[in-house]
């Protein structure tokens, strides 16, 4: 079977830094991988650079249900089906809840996701509509960044270290409802801090250290001192 995304031997610049060398990795329909790795790792780069808005990137091949992507600009590739929540939620200052959660909807792709199932899913958003973004709480904030992001009724929804700066309880009630996202069918590919939270998710890991896949497959696959000395460099304990 054809993966959904395809990356091959991607390399992202920051005009004469590189940050990722040669990546490879794919993704398969419904799947949940986490990619992990310390601070500057490439992590974040990754993410944008597969979803066309970092452009200082080239890659042998790059595609989306067997379309080439790499000459796509970032609106045309959610379209496709890939959408990404971003680290920092970049919810719309100026615009109300519901406002910032019906621009998921001008991708213009039909499937599951309208507003009132959106609704269902974070219901704490339902009494919060009319509201500017900026009087919710982080937790609230990045419901909405995620209602956004499923508006476009993503085939692969990448998501950018979601829990950051949130409450524990927060982030359950968030990572619970991947379980409703990917009874979809919709593949999911995380950057998330939390190792163990990564672990316990994904059905396979990417570690990157120093913008290089160090380790990739499924988590239970590796011991405890073979994942920190991926993202490490040394032995763990
Ligand atoms: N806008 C930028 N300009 C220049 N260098 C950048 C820029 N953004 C990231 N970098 C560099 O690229 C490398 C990878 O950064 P990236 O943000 O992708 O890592 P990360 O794994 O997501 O880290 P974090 O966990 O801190 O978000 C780092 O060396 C970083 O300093």
Known sequence: MKPLLHVEDLNAFYGDLQALFGVDFSVGEGECIAVIGSNGAGKSTLLRS?????RGR?????????AEISQRAASEIVAMGMTLVPEGRRLFSSLTVEE??????????????????IYE???TLLELGGRPVTKLSGGQQQMVAMGRALMTNPNLLLCDEI????????VKGIYDN??????????VIIVEQDI??????ADRI???????????GAPASFTRNQIAEAYFGVEGE
């Open 206 to 216: 990417i570690c990157l250290r120093k913008g290089a896949v160090m380790l990739s």
């Open 100 to 117: 910032n959660l019906t621009i998921g909807r001008s991708a213009g792709r039909a499937g599951y996701w309208n507003l009132s199932r």
């Open 121 to 123: 899913l974070f219901p």
């Open 50 to 54: 597969v979803t066309g808005l970092h």
């Open 178 to 187: 991947f379980a409703r996202v990917r009874g979809q069918g919709t593949a």
């Open 196 to 201: 163990g939270r990564a672990l316990s998710v």
């Open 163 to 170: 829990s950051l700066g949130l409450a524990p309880v927060v």
């Open 58 to 66: 080239s890659a042998k091949r790059l595609s989306l249900a067997g």
